[in-house]
């Protein structure tokens, strides 16, 4: 979703970019940020909000500290397109699965998953993924370390 329209100026951005870098800024500070009163910050940002702009205002936490600190990416290929729905549901309600992409290629989804050891990890593919009717095959890569791993932008 691109933000092109005259409604969301450079201000909007600017303030969708000082809470992606500190989610816990208070209206004074990120007014200040911006060059706004707190409560012109307070109003755009509540709007940013209430149009969808600004998903959730939230923290990262480790991966470890949350003992979640094995990654991988999984491709999943499912047998039909009309199994896609059901598929998709099951994901979304996974803990484990942080990212749901549907690629181009042989596969049809690729997940990014975070669990805590490889035995957590082979239950998520073997119990979850493979237990899905629709699921034909699982293609697996175990992330050895991340030189960068940021969510800033979320869509």
Same mark, same amino acid.
């Given at each position: 979703? *691109?933000?092109?329209?005259?409604?969301?100026?450079?201000?909007?951005?600017? @303030?969708?970019? =000082?809470?992606?870098?500190?989610?816990? +800024?208070?209206?004074?500070?990120?007014?200040? %940020?911006?060059?706004?009163? *707190?409560?012109?910050?307070?109003?755009?940002?509540?709007?940013?909000?209430?149009?969808?702009?600004?998903? %959730?205002?939230?923290?990262?936490?480790?991966a470890e500290?949350?003992?979640?600190?094995?990654?991988?990416?999984?491709?999943?290929?499912?047998?039909?397109?009309?199994?896609? $729905?059901?598929? !998709?549901?099951?994901?979304?309600g996974n803990?484990? @699965? !942080?990212? =749901?992409?549907?690629?181009?290629?042989?596969?049809?989804? !690729?997940? $990014? /998953?975070? =669990?805590?050891?490889?035995?957590? !990890?082979?239950?998520? @593919?073997?119990?979850?993924? %493979?237990?899905?009717?629709?699921?034909?095959?699982? +293609?697996?890569?175990?992330v050895l370390?991340?030189? $960068?791993?940021?969510?800033?932008? /979320?869509?």
């Amino acid at each position: 979703m *691109s933000i092109q329209n005259s409604e969301h100026d450079q201000l909007d951005r600017m @303030i969708a970019g =000082c809470v992606m870098q500190d989610a816990a +800024l208070t209206s004074t500070q990120l007014g200040e %940020k911006v060059g706004l009163s *707190s409560s012109a910050a307070n109003e755009r940002l509540r709007r940013l909000k209430q149009n969808g702009y600004v998903k %959730k205002i939230t923290a990262l936490v480790s991966a470890e500290f949350m003992d979640m600190a094995l990654c991988a990416f999984i491709f999943v290929t499912l047998d039909k397109a009309e199994h896609h $729905k059901g598929f !998709l549901k099951a994901v979304g309600g996974n803990k484990s @699965i !942080l990212e =749901c992409h549907h690629v181009t290629g042989e596969h049809s989804y !690729l997940l $990014k /998953v975070r =669990c805590s050891n490889t035995k957590a !990890l082979e239950s998520l @593919i073997s119990d979850f993924l %493979k237990g899905q009717s629709n699921v034909a095959k699982t +293609l697996t890569q175990i992330v050895l370390s991340s030189h $960068k791993d940021e969510s800033l932008i /979320v869509d």
